[in-house]
Every structure is written in structure tokens, then in C-alpha cells.
T-cell receptor, first 111, second 112 residues
Framework: KQEVTQIPAALSVPEGENLVLNCSFT??????LQWFRQDPGKGLTSLLL?????REQTSGRLNASLDKSSGRSTLYIAASQPGDSATYLC??????????FGTGTSLTVIP | NAGVTQTPKFRVLKTGQSMTLLCAQD?????MYWYRQDPGMGLRLIHY???????AKGEVPDGYNVSRLKKQNFLLGLESAAPSQTSVYFC???????????FGPGTRLLVL
């Protein structure tokens, strides 16, 4: 069974700082890895999707990397802003078309 | 194009009551999923469907049943609600292939 872990559980940074969120998974046989953002009381919004054959994906100030061999993915946020405050979740899609989610990292960007 | 919608948004049940949560998507997606989200537990898959008329168990299926009679709808049923089923329930859909999931806004369920 796939286990997905996210560290740290919570992170607080001053505005403008660059930061890295970590995601690790135990089973490297994944189709892709996805990063989501969740605002309080809301659903999940997809940020970046990295296919198993890819090493990284970029969207604006966000960059996600994937290292299947070590079972790790990172989400890099450049020049953080207060509007980035949210919970960030990663999810691994396995070969059975099931997604396994991490417990998330709650990010607070302080103005 | 409404995406993924969920009905109701919030519900309070008494222990032993039954209810059905409705998920609808208008993107012609093949795959649909039901998750529950609890504090500190992340999202856990309850049941999923790979197409009309098919369903399969996820990680935490006990106490729930599902049906996918129409491609656009995925119903989650609680036959006899228990306080342990107090949670936020999310539905998601996905096209075939290694594509992203699209999530609904969630249903908050409180079982007293």
C-alpha cells in the first residue's frame, strides 16, 4: 500500500521568502504525482502534475520536481506572498488509478 | 460548464439515519472518486468508479455504498450513519489516462 508523507506539517515564513515543501512516497510505481492547494473550507485546486517520466514542472512561481528512485517530490515556491497561504497536498497516482494523498503542509506567509 | 458539483453542502444526521450524497460532473470523465477528509488524516479514498455501471472499493469503504448508474453521476450512500462518519466528503472526477483530478467543493457531514 502506498504511503505518502509530507513534511513539515506546518510552515510559517515572511513574505518574499523562497520555500520548499516536501512529499515522500513509498511505492515508486506511480503514474504521476500531483500537487494541490486547498484553502480553508474549500475543495482542492490542482497546481502541478508531473508524469512519471518527467523530472519537473513549472507554473509561474511554482516549480515541482520528482525523483521516483528516491520516492520524493518537492514543491518550490519563489518569492512567497500572503495569498500563497493555504494547505498544500501532494497525491501519487498508482497503477490501479487510485490516488494516495499526503496529510498536507499548512503554509502561512506573514506580510 | 459547472465542473464537479456536490449535493448537499452541509448535513446533520442522527446516528442510524441514512442519506445519499450526490456528485455530478459535466466533463464526460470516465473516472469518479469519493474521498473523506479528516483532521490529520489527509484525504482517504472511500470508493471509486472507472466507468458507468462499475464501482470499486478504496481504502476505507466500510459503512458506505456507491452507485454509478449514469456516467455523469456518482452517488455515495450511508445506510446507517455513525458518529465516526462525521467528516468532509469530496468527490472528484478524471478523464482516462494519466490526467489530473477535478474536485467538487465538498459536503460537510455531522453525525450526532
Amino acid at each position: 500500500k502506498q504511503e505518502v508523507t509530507q513534511i513539515p506539517a506546518a510552515l510559517s515564513v515572511p513574505e518574499g521568502e523562497n520555500l520548499v515543501l516536501n512529499c515522500s512516497f513509498t511505492d515508486s510505481a506511480i503514474y504521476n504525482l500531483q500537487w494541490f492547494r486547498q484553502d480553508p473550507g474549500k475543495g482542492l485546486t490542482s497546481l502541478l502534475l508531473i508524469q512519471s517520466s518527467q523530472r519537473e514542472q513549472t507554473s509561474g512561481r511554482l516549480n515541482a520536481s520528482l525523483d521516483k528512485s528516491s520516492g520524493r517530490s518537492t514543491l518550490y515556491i519563489a518569492a512567497s506572498q500572503p495569498g500563497d497561504s493555504a494547505t498544500y497536498l501532494c497525491a501519487a497516482l498508482n497503477t490501479g488509478n487510485q490516488f494516495y494523498f499526503g496529510t498536507g503542509t499548512s503554509l502561512t506567509v506573514i506580510p | 460548464n459547472a465542473g464537479v458539483t456536490q449535493t448537499p453542502k452541509f448535513r446533520v444526521l442522527k446516528t442510524g439515519q441514512s442519506m445519499t450524497l450526490l456528485c455530478a460532473q459535466d466533463m464526460n470523465h470516465e473516472y469518479m472518486y469519493w474521498y473523506r477528509q479528516d483532521p490529520g488524516m489527509g484525504l482517504r479514498l472511500i470508493h471509486y468508479s472507472v466507468g458507468e455501471g462499475t464501482t470499486a472499493k478504496g481504502e476505507v469503504p466500510d459503512g458506505y455504498n456507491v452507485s454509478r448508474l449514469k456516467k455523469q453521476n456518482f452517488l455515495l450512500g450511508l445506510e446507517s450513519a455513525a458518529p465516526s462518519q462525521t467528516s468532509v466528503y469530496f468527490c472528484a472526477s478524471k478523464p482516462q489516462g494519466r490526467e489530473t483530478q477535478y474536485f467538487g467543493p465538498g459536503t460537510r457531514l455531522l453525525v450526532l
